[in-house]
T-cell receptor, first 110, second 112 residues
Framework: SQQGEEDPQALSIQEGENATMNCSYK?????LQWYRQNSGRGLVHLIL?????REKHSGRLRVTLDTSKKSSSLLITASRAADTASYFC??????????FGQGTELSVKP | DGGITQSPKYLFRKEGQNVTLSCEQN?????MYWYRQDPGQGLRLIYY???????QKGDIAEGYSVSREKKESFPLTVTSAQKNPTAFYLC???????????FGPGTRLLVL
């Protein structure tokens, strides 16, 4: 059962540009999380935003949550080649489990 | 150094063989999870455990089994009943349900 869906599936930008990824989900959530995965590695947690929050920042990351539209966005500002990775959103289905989307593959060209 | 470890990094399975993937954490987390990731795909939940000696099936539990005898350990066995086991397997832990999950480096399982 898939809850979160990321858009776009792939994104290619130049170093220094901003990258925006979107996530849509279907049912009510307690929180929404974003993770990063470098090729062949485990996932790394980036940020968690709770259902009563609208925006959260962490360094060059900005996450927004619109529960009325059941959507979230992840903005990476001033991207670097090292930001090249796959990015996943994950939502809790209020049953204690996280459900991951299929991811956005970000490529940042130097 | 706190963290979550998985071994081996690569595992080869022969036809009809059961294999066990190891997952250990020293984060003192109650909850542990096993996911399967196929190329270009997201993560699918195989099994999860919220407390020692208890575990629940995820979305794709068929052909897999787990145990949770110790808080630190959550091994996954891929049985011969799993007909398409080639995938990247990720273990994770969290302090509680729905909270931030910490992932291990993964085990890539290949079939000979």
């Amino acid at each position: 059962s898939q809850q979160g869906e990321e858009d776009p599936q792939a994104l290619s930008i130049q170093e220094g540009e901003n990258a925006t990824m979107n996530c849509s989900y279907k049912t009510s959530i307690n929180n929404l999380q974003w993770y990063r995965q470098n090729s062949g590695r485990g996932l790394v947690h980036l940020i968690l935003i709770r259902s009563n929050e609208r925006e959260k920042h962490s360094g060059r990351l900005r996450v927004t949550l619109d529960t009325s539209k059941k959507s979230s966005s992840l903005l990476i500002t001033a991207s670097r080649a090292a930001d090249t990775a796959s990015y996943f959103c994950a939502t809790d289905n209020q049953g204690g489990k996280l459900i991951f989307g299929q991811g956005t593959e970000l490529s940042v060209k130097p | 150094d706190g963290g979550i470890t998985q071994s081996p990094k690569y595992l080869f399975r022969k036809e009809g063989q059961n294999v066990t993937l190891s997952c250990e954490q020293n984060l003192n987390h109650d909850a542990m999870y096993w996911y399967r990731q196929d190329p270009g795909q997201g993560l699918r939940l195989i099994y999860y455990s919220q407390i020692v000696n208890d575990f629940q099936k995820g979305d794709i539990a068929e052909g897999y089994s787990v145990s949770r005898e110790k808080k630190e350990s959550f091994p996954l066995t891929v049985t011969s009943a799993q007909k398409n086991p080639t995938a990247f397997y990720l273990c994770a832990s969290s302090i509680a349900d729905s909270e931030t999950q910490y992932f291990g480096p993964g085990t890539r399982l290949l079939v000979l």
